[in-house]
T-cell receptor
Framework: DTGVSQNPRHKITKRGQNVTFRCDPI?????LYWYRQTLGQGPEFLTY????????KSRLLSDRFSAERPKGSFSTLEIQRTEQGDSAMYLCASSLKQGFGYTFGSGTRLTVV | AQTVTQSQPEMSVQEAETVTLSCTYDTSESDYYLFWYKQPPSRQMILVIRQEAYKQQNATENRFSVNFQKAAKSFSLKISDSQLGDAAMYFC??????????????FGKGTKLSVKP
């Protein structure tokens, strides 16, 4: 296992298009988190899953955003009708339920033009 | 709600010298975790060091150590014998052990550390 994998690394899309990102966590980690990081800011929490259940969503996650984690394995984050304000780095992290260390992926950098 | 504040947007240190990055936080909880993460340019975020609030002893990891002052809600990171590879953004983060947000990290805005050769 080589850690948390995110694809694609970079995505450029036109405003109004839909985009989908994928995260493959460390296999034995049952918690998976999505964060958004804009330039000059720290990461902000979006949502997290324990196994396949989405347990919490931030108010940052508007109804244009949806996340899934089928079968408690990989996760996808979809943004519909993208806006320029969605341009950011989207980070995925995973952890064990009882552990408190996160492992982050390299992120997907989204640019909306 | 918990908040994390890093008051130093940028810091600079000479190679082989020591630098301290500041972090303060606000919480009403008595038990929690604190972290320092390093984010090199265009690379993934890496855990540097972590501290459990119930432990009085300051955490140490090789050249990295923290000064945890629970009453003052302060959690600074000291980097000794700074190396060129230490240049990165450093984020302080808080994690609650209670409630609906269990497990979520709350980050500060970061401190950009430059290391001069």
């Amino acid at each position: 296992d080589t850690g948390v994998s995110q694809n694609p690394r970079h995505k450029i899309t036109k405003r109004g298009q839909n985009v989908t990102f994928r995260c493959d966590p460390i296999s034995e980690h049952n918690r998976l988190y999505w964060y958004r990081q804009t330039l000059g800011q720290g990461p902000e929490f979006l949502t997290y899953f324990q196994n396949e259940a989405q347990l919490e969503k931030s108010r940052l996650l508007s109804d244009r955003f949806s996340a899934e984690r089928p079968k408690g394995s990989f996760s996808t984050l979809e943004i519909q009708r993208t806006e320029q304000g969605d341009s950011a780095m989207y980070l995925c992290a995973s952890s064990l339920k009882q552990g408190f260390g996160y492992t982050f992926g390299s992120g997907t950098r989204l640019t909306v033009v | 709600a918990q908040t994390v504040t890093q008051s130093q947007p940028e810091m600079s240190v000479q190679e082989a010298e020591t630098v301290t990055l500041s972090c303060t936080y606000d919480t009403s909880e008595s038990d929690y975790y604190l972290f320092w993460y390093k984010q090199p340019p265009s690379r993934q975020m890496i855990l540097v060091i972590r501290q459990e609030a119930y432990k009085q002893q300051n955490a140490t990891e090789n050249r990295f150590s923290v000064n945890f002052q629970k009453a003052a809600k302060s959690f600074s990171l000291k980097i000794s014998d700074s190396q060129l590879g230490d240049a990165a953004m450093y984020f302080c983060a808080y994690r609650s052990v209670y409630g609906g947000s269990q497990g979520n990290l709350i980050f500060g805005k970061g401190t950009k550390l430059s290391v001069k050769p």
